[in-house]
């Protein structure tokens, strides 16, 4: 498989850089906040879903599995998980028909 071309791209309310690949049909935008503290892994998924698309899938690196961000959209998309050989996790976050409209992504904070 050849190496991925990943083009930076810029995301409204980031605080990582986000980068965006194709993979096939599918287009993936991917941020990394595993050397983040709260809220950032948040506020960049929450930035990050806005741009998900049956089409388009959202990748999250971070250092543990974001329960916080779970409950709170976990009805919402399609999430596959993938524990990394470096400790980190990997979420795949896809459009959920029906669902992912009605996610609440203005609550972009660990706290209730």
Do not use: W
Request: include cysteine.
């Amino acid at each position: 498989m050849p190496e991925l071309l990943k083009e930076s791209l810029e995301v409204e309310g980031a605080t990582v850089p986000f980068y965006t690949y194709k993979i096939e049909d599918t287009q993936y935008i991917e941020f990394d906040t595993s050397k983040c503290g709260p809220p950032d892994p948040m506020v960049n998924a929450m930035a990050g879903l806005n741009l998900v698309t049956p089409n388009t899938k959202l990748v999250m690196i971070n250092h543990k599995s974001p329960a916080g961000l779970l409950s709170k959209i976990g009805e919402n998309y399609t999430i596959e998980s993938e524990d990394l050989e470096d400790g980190r996790v990997k979420l795949i976050f896809s459009y959920k028909t029906g669902e992912s409209e009605k996610a609440d992504l203005s609550q972009n904070s660990c706290g209730g």
